[in-house]
């Protein structure tokens, strides 16, 4: 009897422990003739290979799946090689229908895209940016799901709207005139001039199709705005903005009047706006995609649907009658020669993942539906080592290992950038970056499972 209540403490003590930070004797006085036999062990085999990170969920609107983070791109990096990110959209009808300008005069037409103020640029402070419109030669299927490795819409090769050279400031209000406003501060945005012929075709769209959002959106097509020219910097637009618009004035007789295109208004008047992310991957990369012995020495992950790591734990195995107190992992950042680490920043925060049946991904058992990364750890931490700036990622995965143990996970764990937004539902967007870390077999900073735990 005594044995049984015993192991049934133990069972609890373990089951707290494995959502702690630090592994510790915590309520060992309440077993006062039984002794704690804790042991640590940081020997079992690890092995780790880059994969691709295919399936990410871009756009899902019946399960309310929008991105808000919406970056536009050609970035050049020297040790992942080309990342394209660019954005296929469609404008609604205004919230006030106001026909008038059918009749009157095109003045000037622009695209307002606002940026994201709340994710900075990725890369370099400054870098010169070509944007350019294409127009989309159909509509996007409005309540269709896309994952990020089927997005192909055809479009024209003659471009709606371009803005070369532009330097922009995401901090700095744009003053804009309006008609009979005189001058407007705007949030920080980019303003791209737009074609004549291009604002003639919307000043001429039949009144008909503004009888329902439904209509509106089938009826007109929508447009592709990417960027030409190579760089070395990433710029992240919100869509969702009230200054995210299509935007013209005409002229009536003497009269100017301005009139928008928004790409949201109230639900359901949601511009579909699917991402685009093409990789072009470096040698580098592509020699150690799927090359366990590569991934051996370093670990290869990047954000936009890039690249992920698949870890393995061939050996991993316990004593009969074992809890877990506590399992730790700890990845070290490695700064490879041509890198820069200031301009190619290591990601914030990193996650552990499951991966089920049929391919698609879900947070760690550790991660306890948290809105944070308390319990699962993760974020970037630097120090100080004999005068060296180390940075790792720190991961308790005790309630994880416990679950393999017990036969109900796969002995393995996939690692990638975190997602901008915790959902358990679908893998989501990831904050601009990407990272090498030390592999297992890495002289240096060998990344390693250490699990203490007790018999009982």
């Known amino acids: 009897m005594r044995f049984k209540t015993s192991a049934l403490i133990l069972l609890l003590l373990g089951t707290i422990l494995s959502q702690c930070n630090d592994p510790s004797l915590i309520g060992s006085d309440l077993l006062k003739d039984d002794e704690i036999n804790l042991k640590y062990i940081d020997t079992f085999k690890v092995e780790a290979t880059t994969i691709l990170d295919t399936g990410v969920i ?132 980019i303003s791209i001039p737009m074609t004549e012929s291009y604002g003639e075709s919307i000043l001429h769209i039949d009144s008909l199709t503004y009888n329902s959002d439904s209509i509106f959106l089938a009826s007109v097509n929508g447009f592709l705005i990417k960027q030409t020219n190579p760089n070395s910097r990433m710029l992240n637009f919100n869509l969702s903005s009230g200054y995210s618009r ?109 991966r089920d049946s049929l391919g698609y991904d879900y947070f760690i058992s550790d991660q306890a539906g948290q809105s944070t990364y308390g319990f699962l750890g993760g974020a970037l931490f630097t120090r100080e080592v004999n005068g060296v700036i180390v940075r790792s990622y720190i991961f308790n995965l005790s309630n994880h290992v416990q679950r393999i143990l017990a036969g109900v996970e796969k002995s393995e764990v996939y690692i990638g950038i975190a997602p901008t937004a915790l959902n358990q539902v679908f893998p989501t967007a990831t904050t601009l970056s990407r990272v090498v870390l030390a592999g297992p077999q890495n002289a240096d900073h060998p990344v390693k499972l250490k699990i203490s735990y007790t018999l009982y």
């Open 58 to 189: 871009v756009y899902a609107p019946l399960n309310l799946h929008y991105l808000n983070q919406l970056p536009v791109g050609n970035f050049q990096d020297p040790i992942f090689g080309q990342t394209e990110a660019s954005i296929y959209l469609q404008f609604v009808r205004p919230n006030i229908i106001n026909l008038n300008y059918l009749n009157s005069k095109l003045d000037s037409i622009r695209l307002y895209l606002a940026f994201d103020t709340l994710r900075a640029p990725y890369g370099k402070s400054i870098d010169d940016h070509d944007i350019v419109v294409y127009p989309m030669n159909g509509n996007i299927e409005r309540f269709a799901t896309f994952k990020s490795n089927n997005v192909n819409f055809s479009t024209s090769n003659f471009p709606i709207g371009s803005l070369y050279g532009a330097r922009p400031n995401i901090y700095m209000h744009v003053p804009i005139v309006e008609p009979g406003n005189d001058t407007v501060l705007y949030d920080p945005l």
């Open 246 to 354: 299509l935007q013209f004035v005409s002229k009536k007789d003497t009269t100017s009047s301005l009139y928008s295109f928004p790409f949201e208004n109230f639900a359901p008047a949601i511009g579909p706006r699917v991402p685009s992310w093409k990789h072009n991957f470096s040698p580098t990369i592509l020699d150690a995609l799927n090359n366990k012995i590569k991934g051996g020495q370093y670990i290869y992950l990047q954000s936009l649907a890039g690249l992920k790591a698949k870890i393995e734990f061939p050996n991993l195995k316990l004593d009969a009658h074992s809890i877990v107190n506590k399992a730790e992992m700890e990845f070290t950042v490695v700064e490879l020669p041509g890198d820069d680490i200031s301009i190619y920043s290591p990601a914030p925060q990193l996650a552990l993942y499951r």
